[in-house]
């Protein structure tokens, strides 16, 4: 087993993997070179003082093998003929879904009443520009959903509700930054956000989902107190 740490460093020790490793050799009283890797679990920066410190929780392999993790996105495999589920909307939540659909070996179809990522911008230009808003495409309208084109830093209540290592693991895999895995605090960025909002999209049409936009639900149809369809 790793030993894990919980240590504060100057910012460029905790920038440089050699300055981190001899630092830590020196904690647990060994020479660096018996050291083969110093993973960064958790990081977080304390600017209260003058002197500003960066806050790791550290795994330290000193007798171990270090495998590096690669995150890849599961074994999908195509559910195009198999049984449907309607998703209402392309947010997170609805893109998340859809994923998870494939995984379960079920074919999602996601309708979503705004358009594109890219498309979006367009009418995020007409609101700021010509001050005229799409009610099916604005700010809070649209693939990616309401926070797509805000500046994209992951706020979330879940850690006291599960487990959102997953979900951050799934957004590397489709191109975030490694980073938001360890940060306190993960940041994707609001020029990343529509490119992984794309993939994730050509993921699910790539495994035989569909994404219709431009398709407002305004009605769901039920019978005997079961969900029959939807109308759009
Ligand atoms: C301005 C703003 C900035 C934000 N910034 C951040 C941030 O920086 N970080 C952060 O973590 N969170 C942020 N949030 C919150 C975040 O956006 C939401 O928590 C998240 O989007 C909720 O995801 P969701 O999929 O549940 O819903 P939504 O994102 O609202 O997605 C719902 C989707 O359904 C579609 N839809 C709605 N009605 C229909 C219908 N009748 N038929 C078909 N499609 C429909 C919508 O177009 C939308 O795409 C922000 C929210 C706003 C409004």
């Keep these: 087993?790793?030993?894990?740490?919980?240590?504060?460093?100057?910012?460029?020790?905790?920038?440089?993997?050699?300055?981190?490793?001899?630092?830590?050799?020196?904690?647990?009283?060994?020479?660096?070179?018996?050291?083969?890797?110093?993973?960064?679990?958790?990081?977080?920066?304390?600017?209260?003082?003058?002197?500003?410190?960066?806050?790791?929780?550290?795994?330290?392999?000193?007798?171990?093998?270090?495998?590096?993790?690669?995150?890849?996105?599961?074994?999908?495999?195509?559910?195009?003929?198999?049984?449907?589920?309607?998703?209402?909307?392309?947010?997170?939540?609805?893109?998340?879904?859809?994923?998870?659909?494939?995984?379960?070996?079920?074919?999602?179809?996601?309708l979503e009443r705004g358009k594109d990522v890219q498309e979006r911008r367009r009418d995020l230009k007409a609101i700021n520009r010509d001050h005229i808003v799409n009610e099916d495409s604005n700010y809070c309208y649209g693939e990616g959903g309401a926070g797509t084109y805000s500046d994209g830093k992951l706020y979330t209540r879940s850690k006291k509700r599960g487990d959102v290592d997953r979900i951050l693991e799934l957004f590397v895999a489709f191109g975030a930054a490694e980073d938001i895995l360890v940060e306190a605090h993960p940041h994707i960025g609001t020029n990343k956000l529509p490119k992984i909002i794309k993939a994730m999209r050509e993921k699910i049409i790539e495994f035989g989902g569909q994404v219709l936009f431009d398709t407002r639900v305004t009605d769901i149809l039920v019978k005997n107190n079961e969900v029959q369809g939807v109308v759009t």
């Design 1 to 110: 087993m790793p030993i894990e740490l919980q240590i504060q460093v100057m910012p460029e020790v905790a920038a440089k993997p050699q300055l981190l490793t001899e630092h830590v050799a020196r904690l647990i009283k060994t020479k660096p070179e018996e050291i083969r890797h110093v993973a960064i679990i958790k990081r977080s920066i304390d600017a209260r003082q003058k002197s500003v410190k960066v806050n790791l929780k550290v795994a330290v392999y000193h007798n171990e093998e270090y495998q590096e993790n690669k995150f890849r996105l599961p074994d999908y495999k195509d559910v195009s003929n198999n049984k449907e589920v309607i998703v209402i909307g392309a947010g997170p939540a609805g893109l998340f879904a859809a994923l998870q659909l494939i995984e379960l070996g079920l074919k999602p179809i996601v």
